[in-house]
């Protein structure tokens, strides 16, 4: 008995040990910086010769995922400035990155962006030294997500939106509306699916909107207390019906090809996936509208290559270069001329302004309203989290 | 070959240590020791100290000022309580199968296999280990997706697979944690004595009475160790659940939001200290069933 002795030791040894590595993981604290009003550059000077980029996976891309895939080697050389990236997964580990100081330039979604800016790790951007920044399709610039007090603090990347995608063999007549995944959804349980994030919240927001005008929603990341809640039950009464939740957008593809989900929200390039293999699926921008990302390249407020940055920005601003890097992700690129890069523009709305009023991008849920409200207090992004748990129970 | 005087340096402090057992012993277990006490002592304490502080809603900083509102939010709130039994009660489900169906094959491997049976059923469980986790539980989402595996060996009965949800994650836990428990087991039970079992069966004892009275009182504390495995494994999954847990969350799931998407590692670290909590206690009732103290 001796050796189970040994074994059964070893085994609590070991069990602990794994216990406690992935608890010192998750104990890293992060500096304290406050907020310090930054001021824009006037004007550029030399390029100091290196740059550190904090980007989306596919934002950033030098060749070595993939060799015909690069509009970095072409920057360094043109401006002598060396790249260096970093990708990250998630908006808020982006926000993390950015306070240890590292980076000189992020490429941040809405959900991150005010964070950001509240926090001061980024700095307002002179677009004037960008001369790229004058393509850009207006209803893109000087955005609730991109900018504060009509200063801008980036350059758009790119758009999308969170589209309905339904089985067209299985959901009968197509849709028009979000009620199929809300009022409607129990015709379809178990095989509804929605994003995996509290940022969904708001496409029920976005539905209330329509369907509950008395509740009185004006902007779906503007939610006071009665509103939220009344969100959050729509996503409980949705629950029972929802298959799984999807953020991997692997996963949704595999979910729809093997008929484990019929309907949900989805992004365009999801759909042009599927439709290659021939899938039957097919997208809709609901009559309600939709929820939707517009990122953007910021500078951060602690930036030690501050004029790499701006020839960054400019870069990836620029047409044929925007239209690269948008097409690697797949979503819609920031101006007309990118377009004359990319064939595939017409299926992204890319331009379609009409199209592009009806998204609601997403933007981060802070305490004082985003609609401009300042008789009550807004639910924030923590309270949007811990209800997100909550729903998922 | 060394030069002269190092050489003699070598001879002179093996000279030494052969001497001094206490020194020697000092220095072989320094290392790790160091290693457990970093790692192990400090990591709990301050996963206990973070789980006080705050975090500041605007900015996401830290603030290190003492509360205990994490902890009581853990302790008092439905969804945390909800997600505890869930996880428990999957956790338990877990090791339950797998003890099931680790006994009758450890057995056989053990007691009844030839030797070079034996030999090729240990490399047949240790197999799956050689294969990624993530390549597994995915293998496992196929099978029991809508058009899987499963449904289609259902199908002609007419029946129809669990679908993606609580049973697909017991299904797919308990086959990635079947080795872990199926090895003590046998390792148990290959120290168990043949003479014993010839001897009762000698006295007149059926076999089930050689198998209740004999071996299992004898195999006890190694599929002790076993169930430590898959328990603990089991509480501490979160991947496994997102993976063919349809909607469900386990309270891994509640830790990993809120480092990633809430960035509240304060109340992730008091959400962390529930499965830890759990398994003092299941060690404690381990012990007290007298198990650890046979050994």
Redesign the interface.
């Known amino acids: ?5 040994s ?2 030791r070893a ?3 070991t ?10 993981t ?5 500096a ?4 310090e009003p930054t001021q824009e550059q006037t004007s550029l000077g030399k390029t100091e010769g290196s740059v550190s980029i904090l980007a989306w996976p596919g934002y950033v891309e030098d060749g070595s995922n993939d060799p015909t895939v690069d509009w970095v080697s072409d920057f360094e050389t043109k401006t002598g400035c060396t790249v260096t990236s970093k990708t990250y997964g ?1 908006s ?2 982006a ?2 990155l950015m ?1 240890t100081g590292d980076y000189d330039v992020v490429a941040a979604s809405g959900d991150a962006t005010l ?1 950001l800016i ?2 001061g790790e980024v700095t307002p951007v002179n677009t004037d030294l960008i001369p790229s920044y004058a393509g850009i399709f207006d209803f893109l610039k000087n955005q609730a997500w991109n900018s504060v007090d009509g200063k801008a603090y980036g350059v758009p990347h790119g758009y999308g939106a969170n589209l309905l995608m339904y089985n067209t063999d299985v959901v009968t007549p197509p849709p028009t509306s979000w009620s199929v995944v809300f009022d409607d959804a129990s015709q379809y349980a ?1 095989k509804v699916t929605a994003y995996d ?2 940022i969904y919240i708001a496409d029920a927001a976005l539905y209330l909107m329509t369907h509950k005008p008395e509740l009185g929603i004006k902007n779906p990341y503007a939610l006071d207390d009665t509103q939220l809640a009344a969100a959050v039950d729509l996503l409980k009464a949705q ?1 029972p019906n ?4 999807w953020s991997d957008y692997l ?1 949704e593809i ?2 729809f090809t ?3 989900s019929v309907v949900g929200t989805t992004w365009q390039v999801i759909q042009n996936s599927l439709a290659k293999e021939g899938v039957k699926t097919a997208v809709v921008l609901p009559e309600e509208g939709a929820t939707g990302w517009s990122d953007t390249w910021m500078i951060s407020s602690k930036a030690k290559s501050p004029n790499c940055s701006y020839a960054w920005l400019d870069w990836i601003a620029s047409p044929e270069v925007n239209a690269k890097a948008t097409a690697y992700f797949g979503e819609a690129p920031s101006s007309q001329e990118a377009c004359t890069f990319r064939d595939d523009c017409e299926a992204f709305h890319a331009g379609d302004a009409e199209y592009a009023s009806k998204i609601w991008y997403w933007t981060t849920p ?2 004082k309203c985003v609609d401009g409200r300042t008789d009550v207090t807004c639910t ?3 309270k949007w ?2 209800a ?3 729903i ?2 | 070959m060394t030069t002269a005087p190092s050489a003699g340096m070598t001879r002179r402090s093996a000279a030494y240590l052969a001497t001094h057992p206490r020194v020697r012993l000092a220095l072989i277990l320094s290392a790790p020791l160091t290693w457990l006490a970093l790692v192990y002592v400090v990591a709990l304490a301050l996963l206990l100290v973070t789980a006080l502080w705050t975090v500041d809603g605007f900015t996401g900083q830290i603030s290190p000022t003492w509360t205990l509102d994490n902890l009581r939010t853990v302790v008092t709130g439905a969804l945390y309580r909800t997600v505890t039994l869930r996880t428990v009660g999957v956790a338990l489900l877990v090791t339950v199968i797998d003890v099931v169906i680790a006994l009758p094959i450890a057995f056989y491997m053990a007691k009844v296999a030839s030797p070079r049976a034996q030999r090729l059923l240990v490399i047949a469980v240790l197999m799956p280990l050689w294969a990624s986790y993530l390549v597994k539980a995915y293998a496992w989402r196929s099978v029991l997706s809508q058009d899987g595996l499963l449904n289609w060996l259902v199908a002609p009965v007419g029946l129809q697979g669990p679908g993606y949800g609580l049973p697909a994650t017991v299904i797919t836990l308990s086959y990635l944690w079947l080795p872990y428990v199926i090895l003590p087991i046998y390792a148990g039970l290959e120290k168990v004595p043949n003479s014993l079992l010839e001897a009762s069966a000698d006295l007149g004892a059926p076999p089930w009475r050689t198998l209740s009275s004999v071996v299992l009182p004898l195999a006890l504390p190694a599929i002790i160790a076993g169930t430590i495995f898959s328990f603990s494994l089991s509480l501490g999954d979160y991947i496994t659940v997102t993976i063919v847990g349809g909607t469900s969350q386990m309270l891994g799931n509640l830790v990993y939001t809120n480092v990633g998407a809430a960035n509240n590692l304060p109340l992730a670290a008091a959400i962390a200290l529930v499965p830890i909590v759990i398994i003092f206690g299941y060690l404690a009732l381990v012990r007290r069933t007298g198990a650890l103290d046979n050994l």
Do not use: F, H
Not at chain 1, 1 to 5: C, F, I
Not at chain 1, 26 to 30: D, E, N
Not at chain 1, 242 to 245: A, I, L, T
């Open positions: 008995m001796l050796r189970t002795t074994t059964l085994v609590t040894a069990i602990t040990a794994l216990l406690t590595t992935a608890a010192l998750s104990c890293g604290t992060t304290a910086s406050g907020p998630t808020d580990e926000i993390n306070k964070r509240a926090g178990g994030s509290p629950r929802v298959g799984e939740y996963k595999q979910s093997s008929g484990d802070v305490a924030d992004y923590a989290t811990a997100w748990q909550e998922k129970g």
